[in-house]
Nanobody, 117 residues
Framework: QVHLVESGGGLVQAGGSLRLSCVVS????????LGWYRQAPEKQRELVAT???????NYVDFAKGRFVISKDNAKNTVYLQMNSLNSEDTAVYYC???????????WGQGIQVTVSS
């Protein structure tokens, strides 16, 4: 079983930045897809960004131009750099991995990000 541990969350003022990290217990080099999701209070979990084994990245609209997903295969770590944060970004952020295109997601425990206005 894959274990994921997120870090880097916390409280930040609007307009500020945070970088989330997710350490994965197994090598990520050939993992089909790594991703970040978030869940705000009383809302469903939603996708933020993904990065594939090839390095190709995808972002949902609210993340484009503000967030950057990246990975360090040598450290088995995936990152989410978040800039120009606003109160709508307040949520619990989850790291996710997929071993293959038909695999289920593995999830981290989540980390709180709070943006004060």
């Amino acid at each position: 079983q894959v274990h994921l541990v997120e870090s880097g969350g916390g409280l930040v003022q609007a307009g500020g930045s945070l970088r989330l990290s997710c350490v994965v217990s197994t090598p990520i080099t050939n993992m089909y897809r790594l991703g970040w999701y978030r869940q705000a209070p009383e809302k469903q979990r939603e996708l933020v960004a993904t990065i594939f084994a090839t390095g190709v990245t995808n972002y949902v609209d609210f993340a484009k131009g503000r967030f950057v997903i990246s990975k360090d295969n040598a450290k088995n770590t995936v990152y989410l750099q978040m800039n120009s944060l606003n109160s709508e970004d307040t949520a619990v952020y989850y790291c996710s991995t997929m071993l293959g295109p038909f695999s289920s997601n593995d999830w981290g425990q989540g980390i709180q990000v709070t943006v004060s206005s």
